[in-house]
């Protein structure tokens, strides 16, 4: 037993570090640093570790040839988007502009809580979400004069967005908040609203039971979609009563919007969903089913299941690849999808080719309690085996492996 728990604690510790390729099977997850890489022209931003000073590094590369063009560091900074010639990055409760020729960061707003999220997928404003516990705090800045516009501190889940209003889930108390700190606490009473963006006020809402969640929820321009329980139910606009269809049984289909149209998965059938009537049109089928969130960027869906999270080319029918860690990734461009690497980097991996190349590596110095780790891992691995009854060896990062832990799939 007391083997387990030293293997147990090294193990989960270990899973942690980055050293150079290393990377245990489970997956390095990044470290104050963001999902992925912010793609914009011929240039790459992203963050890398954070120091034993509390403070991370801002690293801007060129997209062809991965030579950096600058560095700046910042306190715990992540990378959001870009507005014009600026990067937008949080930093603990500051949002802060970096420029993208030079790096240098100016203020633009300070948060009462630590920021969870930023979106500025709609020219003119940026969404800023902060959190801590039960306290929440939306905050709606105009980028034309970077000041903000409006808060709602009862915003709980920021769902989806668009030029006509932000979805949202309302958190009424009181809260049930746990001890652990990774669990999320909840409200006693939730509202699914509609918001002005040029108010912040609720242009429509409804009680619900419901923990909606991105992807069980679509925003449209007259109605918003909510998938629970194996139905899709309508719930319009402008105060009409909601209407429902059931399209499977028991689980909530995958719901997302493409290029305007809503689509759901229904076992391995990707189909179209008709925002009115509710009636579904097939359009192509998945390899597999199980899954609970899907995405579609150009020529390729990707989804998730409990196994992963496959990459599926429409026009040629075929798995692209598999990953356990999608959250690194940036979208697709150029046929390639960028992701972040564990120590700090950026990779790609080209969708067409198959190609892997690491466009940027930082090179760091591990620190005295990553290489105790280490140390630890290695005496570890004399008296521990594996589940093949051979010693325990910790997987090394090939370099033909796709970004974000993700596996190459066998062509058809």
Aim: proline letters at 7%.
């Amino acid at each position: 037993m007391r083997w387990f728990s030293i293997y147990a604690v090294a193990f989960g510790l270990a899973s942690q570090l980055a050293v150079g390729t290393f990377a245990m099977t489970l997956g390095v997850p990044r470290r104050g640093g963001p999902d992925g890489p912010v793609v914009l022209g011929d240039w790459v931003v992203f963050t890398t570790d954070i120091d034993e000073t509390g403070k991370g590094g801002i690293v801007c590369i060129n997209r062809a040839s991965g030579s950096k063009i600058w560095e700046t560091r910042t306190e715990r900074p992540e990378v959001w988007s870009v507005i014009r010639n600026w990067v937008i990055v949080t930093s603990y409760r500051k949002v802060l502009r970096c420029d993208l020729e030079t790096g240098k960061l100016e203020p633009i707003f300070q948060t009462t809580y630590s920021t969870d999220k930023v979106d500025a997928s709609v020219p003119g404003s940026l969404l800023v979400f902060s959190e801590a516990g039960e306290l929440h705090e939306l905050n709606l800045i105009d980028t034309s004069t970077w000041a903000r516009r409006w808060t709602v501190t009862n915003a709980w889940r920021l769902l989806h967005r668009d030029a006509t209003g932000i979805l949202v889930l309302l958190g009424f108390g009181p809260w049930s908040v746990p001890e652990n700190r990774f669990v999320e606490a909840t409200p006693s009473a939730m509202k699914l609203a509609v918001l002005s963006p040029q108010t912040g006020m609720a242009s429509w809402s409804m009680e619900t039971r419901l923990s909606a969640s991105p992807q069980t929820t679509a925003l449209l321009p007259d109605c918003v979609l909510v998938a629970a329980g194996g139905l899709v139910t309508r719930l319009p606009r402008d105060g009409l009563p909601p209407t429902r269809r059931r399209l499977v049984d028991g689980v909530a289909p995958p719901l997302w919007v493409h290029e305007g149209v809503p689509c759901v998965i229904i076992s391995n059938q990707v189909c179209s969903l008709n925002p009115r009537s509710l009636e579904v049109e097939p359009r192509f089928d998945l390899p597999r089913a199980g899954a609970f969130s899907a995405w579609e960027e150009k020529d390729y869906i990707f989804y998730k299941t409990t196994l992963g999270t496959y990459g599926y080319e429409k026009n040629e029918r075929r798995d692209v690849f598999v990953s356990k860690f999608p959250e690194r990734w940036n979208g697709v461009h150029d046929g390639k999808l960028y992701s972040a690497l564990g120590s700090g980097g950026v990779s790609f991996f080209d969708l067409r080719s198959g190609e892997i190349r690491i466009l940027f590596r930082v090179e760091r110095k591990l620190s005295i309690e990553e290489e105790a780790c280490l140390q630890n891992l290695r005496l570890l691995q004399l008296f521990s085996h594996g589940a093949d009854g051979g010693p325990f060896q910790p997987r090394r990062q090939e370099s033909n492996d796709p970004p974000g832990g993700g596996v190459r799939l066998p062509t058809r």
